[in-house]
């Protein structure tokens, strides 16, 4: 989950959101080298005493400072493809969720055996135990098995609302009428935490998503005692 | 034929990927996996044959659309006023 004054993303809880975050840190590390560079370059200008009158043109640093751009910018387009093109490979999932988004809270559909379904609302501020998070916690989580591939069909039963995990590297649109398809594989056990993604109303930012990833066994104990309940 | 169905039905995770739906909009892998259970379930009764064949398609769309739109697609379904045809 998200920290005060974090700086950086969530620990990546996906192999695609570990991608990311080594690209994000690729990426920014070139971007702090060339603002340094000019940075450095504004400071020399301005403070120098020294006034050059006579060189007008120079065939050999217009060549350098047009070649290493284009060669920094092949330096970030590679990985930014390579990871493009993995996030788009073929799933073969092992489990099908559907994640609907009502006017104020998310329900999730297991129905690949039996038809399970229920509701996820917010916790209220006043309900939560003590080291509950405020505003993130929620009454039914979607517990997934760790390490299994999931695909998880994201639609809406009334306004735009957007489905999002950002550990998992995981948001997809919440659109009436339509199924959007997302899939991820969770690399840890752990509770993961998230929050719609798309303005949907006066609750819109107390409909939060809770993902929680146990081993197998605990998953299938967990799945009847839900078709038990409900 | 029916045995390799069968054997496919019973080893069912999930619905599989299918290349006809390559994309990230899989509305129409809902619904023509829908519209086709019931085709085949039409189909294979007017022949007096065995509808199981017709499970695949059922557990296809049972896995990958939401509660409401089937149950909204079977209340049309039996008061004649599906829109798609069967």
């Known amino acids: 989950m998200a920290h005060p004054s974090q700086l950086g993303f969530q620990d990546a809880a996906s192999p695609v959101m570990e991608e990311l975050l080594h690209f994000h840190d690729h990426a920014l590390m070139i971007v702090f080298l060339i603002s340094t560079l000019v940075l450095y370059i504004i400071v020399a200008m301005v403070s120098t005493k020294l006034t050059n009158k006579y060189i007008l043109d120079s065939q050999e640093i217009e060549v350098i400072w047009t070649i290493l751009p284009a060669f920094i910018l092949i330096l970030i387009a590679l990985p930014s493809l390579r990871i493009l093109y993995l996030m788009d490979e073929i799933n073969d999932p092992h489990l099908t969720i559907k994640a609907m988004g009502h006017q104020w809270y998310w329900s999730y559909e297991y129905t690949d055996y039996e038809d399970l379904g229920f509701d996820s609302y917010m916790l209220p501020t006043q309900d939560l135990a003590p080291g509950q998070f405020r505003l993130l916690e929620a009454d039914h989580r979607m517990v997934i098995p760790v390490e299994s591939p999931i695909r998880v069909l994201v639609s809406a039963e009334d306004v735009l609302h957007s489905w999002a995990v950002p550990s998992l590297g995981v948001k997809m649109d919440a659109v009436p009428g339509r199924l959007n398809q997302t899939a991820f594989i969770a690399s840890r056990p752990g509770v993961f935490y998230g929050q719609c993604s798309e303005i949907c109303g006066a609750n819109h930012s107390f409909m939060p998503i809770v993902v929680e990833a146990v081993p197998l066994q605990y998953f299938e104990k967990w799945s009847s005692l839900m078709l038990e309940d409900t | ?86």
């Open chain 2, 1 to 86: 034929m029916s045995d390799h169905i069968e054997e496919k039905i019973k080893n069912y995770r999930t619905a599989p990927f299918d290349a006809r739906f390559p994309n990230t909009n899989q509305t129409r892998n809902c619904y023509q996996n829908y519209l086709d259970f019931h085709r085949c379930n039409k189909a294979l009764t007017a022949r007096d044959q065995d509808a199981a064949p017709c499970d695949w398609y059922q557990r296809v769309y049972k896995s990958l659309c939401p509660i409401s739109w089937v149950q909204k697609w079977d209340e049309q379904l039996e008061a004649g006023n599906f829109p798609g045809k069967i």
